[in-house]
């Protein structure tokens, strides 16, 4: 979850200039949206695993990582191949799975599985601010990437508040309430953690503005790309274009 | 240390909208290298007055200047800085390198200076280590030392300093004492660690209910302690002489 | 109560890109330096308030506030949502990047509605309870035109998608009767402890 833990690891795609790599895997995310074709779903998901591979990150975290899609498939693959639509390929009683949607199961898993993995690469092989300045670079408005640097910096103190107060409500019985009580309560602790955060958003701009805030953030430091840059780019570049030509034909 | 006067602050007055008179006729003047300790109970108006002196909120009547220059609210000013009570909202960005660096960059150095600032700033407060961390990553004691890096970057005149032992362990309070010792700057500390505030300034103000009850020797005023039991305070430990208090009546003397 | 990656077509991603860059143009003309840091703490702790569970019978559910964020944040709410979404694909990965346009605009048009609605009333009607009340009513009207999107969406994208377009709104239903209570109470709430806090009050306080 904490994104900078294994920014540190050295790797070729940790070492890949951050604008190079966020074009590359932004343009990777979206050809994988698009593939329908067999063998392309084959290479996308043999890109991704070497992704994760290349990047070294701990193999245990990226399966933690991948949780949420493998819950979410599990009920999903299911429902759309008993959805009937042509032919049944197989049936049980009044139970029967249907070709074409076993087929749009398996490439929905299949693309949200490399898509997943490519991000979690990005994101576990690049700093935040790395990337949100190397966003800058492509003009995104400085507000928008001065937005998403504060907020990534204030999530992490009001998850640490949260679990605070989550505490101290446990300890007074927090748990044990049911039903409209068990909601009033919740939604206090809620409340005040956005008071909080409201009475809090005032402090930081006074102390953002005594050091000089004129509206965006800026930083100083700059990219610099070589040529294993290019490399690593151009052999995504040709295998945007192999997957294109394949979907074509 | 100059002795000429730096900041004079002249019959300031403010009100909160829904709260009367939160300060009244408050005046003082300060010398270049002095030091004073802000002191005062829970809700006195300390804080408000150091949001007055750092131009961000602005006085209902009365001045201040520094250095003859009077402050104009809303602006950008290098000479005084502030350091906010909490260190989470002093550190607001994703590294302690770009949080250090905020104030000399808006400053519109050039890279090279503010990269040595950072460098010396983190120094001073010996948190050099940390300069790729991210705030979130660093304990209670190190985001006040970075915090109080992010002023020393700035390079400020007169430094005012919002409890700025409250949730250091004892060797990193000792070490801003002695990091204290070594600034040749204009200091406003307030604090309820009056035994800190002994060991730093040389001055005290006493503030209760928005007005200056009391200006003088910090020694003095601190150890007067009818003065200090009037304004819910207490005479610190140390200046009572080879006695050693204790809370519960009865508890064994250990020595 | 995101669209994960990999389930639409390209076309609606990028649809959805074009719709969110316009929705965050309006938010950005209207934008003043203060509400730069509103925008972003107040985002954060709504991002992190969406992380708690509710009870509601054996299952819980998460919330989306969007109401909630409507109300507090108004014009600039699309921000919020647009940040809060991408961090929630990127660290916990629930949505995801391919999809992150269209579900801003999922969640950012019935924001900006519920705000719209809660503005015209909040000038009229000064009964907190009342107010909370309609509150409350607004934010599950959010969440269920939110959930008929998507079902829309996933209808269209295919047959096959059919039935799960159907379970998908039948499971999420009871988070709308969940954020309008929520909603409500919380409302109310902020408006006896901190009324600044809500995009209206302060516009009727200027």
């Not at chain 1, 998901?45 to 949780?67: C, D, M, Y």
């Not at chain 1, 928008?144 to 949260?162: A, C, Q, V």
């Not at chain 2, 590294?95 to 600032?117: C, H, Q, S, W, Y």
Request: hydrophobic share 50%; glycine share 8%; proline share 4%.
């Amino acid at each position: 979850m904490d994104l900078d833990n294994y920014s540190n690891i050295k790797s070729p795609i940790h070492s890949w200039d951050a604008r190079w790599k966020c074009i590359t895997f932004f343009g990777y995310i979206l050809i994988s949206a698009f593939v329908n074709n067999f063998y392309n779903l084959i290479v996308i998901a043999a890109a991704s695993t070497l992704l994760v591979f290349f990047a070294g990150l701990p193999i245990r975290k990226v399966l933690k990582s991948l949780k949420p899609l493998f819950i979410l498939l599990l009920f999903m693959v299911p429902v759309i191949s008993l959805t009937p639509t042509g032919d049944a390929i197989f049936s049980y009683g009044v139970i029967k799975v249907y070709r074409d949607g076993l087929i749009t199961a398996g490439i929905i898993s299949v693309r949200a599985f490399s898509i997943v993995l490519a991000t979690i690469v990005l994101f576990g092989s690049t700093r935040i601010n790395i990337i949100i300045k190397a966003l800058e670079f492509f003009k995104i408005p400085p507000v928008i990437s001065t937005i998403f640097l504060f907020t990534y910096r204030y999530i992490f103190l009001y998850i640490e508040n949260l679990n605070k107060l989550l505490t101290s409500a446990k300890l007074r019985g927090y748990r044990l309430l049911r039903g409209i009580r068990h909601i009033r309560n919740t939604v206090s602790i809620l409340v005040s953690l956005l008071i909080r955060s409201y009475e809090q958003s005032e402090r930081v701009y006074y102390a953002m503005r005594l050091r000089g805030f004129s509206g965006s953030f800026r930083s100083i430091g700059s990219f610099s790309f070589k040529w294993p840059d290019i490399v690593k780019t151009g052999i995504f570049v040709i295998l945007f274009t192999v997957i294109i030509w394949i979907e074509l034909l | 240390m100059s002795s000429q006067i730096v900041l004079k602050v002249n019959k300031l007055c403010f009100s909160y909208p829904d709260k009367k008179n939160v300060l009244t006729d408050i005046s003082f003047e300060m010398n270049g290298g002095e030091r004073i300790a802000l002191i005062g109970p829970n809700g006195s108006g300390k804080t408000t007055l150091f949001l007055l002196l750092c131009g961000i909120l602005s006085p209902a009547s009365g001045g201040i200047a520094v250095n003859g220059k009077d402050i104009k609210p809303n602006q950008f000013n290098t000479d005084i800085s502030y350091m906010f009570q909490s260190p989470d909202d002093q550190l607001f960005t994703a590294t302690v390198f770009d949080d250090v660096a905020f104030g000399p960059i808006n400053e519109g150095l050039p890279e090279g200076e503010v990269k040595d600032r950072v460098k010396s700033a983190l120094e001073r407060v010996k948190c050099h280590e940390l300069i790729d961390k991210s705030p979130h990553h660093l304990s209670g004691g190190e985001k006040r030392m970075v915090a109080l890096a992010t002023i020393l970057s700035m390079h400020p005149e007169i430094m005012l300093l919002d409890e700025p032992t409250s949730d250091l362990d004892l060797l990193n309070r000792r070490n801003i004492i002695t990091l204290f010792a070594s600034l040749q700057k204009t200091m406003i500390i307030s604090s309820h660690d009056l035994e800190f505030l002994l060991e730093t300034c040389n001055r005290a103000l006493i503030i209760d209910n928005g007005k200056i009850v009391e200006d003088g020797n910090i020694v003095d005023l601190l150890s007067d302690e009818g003065l200090m039991k009037s304004h819910h305070m207490e005479k610190p430990h140390s200046l009572y002489p080879h006695t050693h208090k204790r809370a519960i009546p009865g508890a064994p003397r250990d020595h | 109560m995101h669209i994960s990656d990999g389930i639409l077509d390209p076309k609606i991603c990028i649809g959805g890109y074009v719709l969110a860059a316009c929705l965050v143009g309006i938010a950005l003309k209207k934008v003043k330096q203060e509400d730069i840091t509103k925008v972003s703490v107040v985002g954060a702790a709504f991002f992190v308030s969406s992380l708690i569970h509710f009870k509601v019978g054996f299952s819980s559910v998460h919330l989306t506030l969007i109401g909630l964020v409507g109300i507090v944040l108004g014009v600039h709410s699309s921000l919020a949502i647009i940040t809060g979404l991408f961090f929630q694909a990127v660290m916990f990965n629930h949505g995801g990047l391919s999809t992150l346009g269209v579900n801003s605009v999922l969640f950012s048009v019935p924001a900006l509605i519920v705000y719209g609605i809660f503005d015209m009333v909040f000038k009229r009607i000064m009964n907190h309870t009342v107010l909370g009340v309609i509150a409350g009513i607004l934010a599950g009207g959010a969440v269920l035109l939110a959930i008929l999107c998507v079902m829309f969406i996933l209808y269209f994208s295919g047959e096959e998608l059919r039935g799960f377009a159907y379970l998908f709104s039948i499971s999420n239903g009871v988070l709308a009767l969940v954020e309008g209570i929520v909603t409500a109470i919380a409302i109310m709430q902020i408006l006896n402890v901190k009324p600044q806090m809500l995009q209206s009050y302060r516009q009727q306080v200027k």
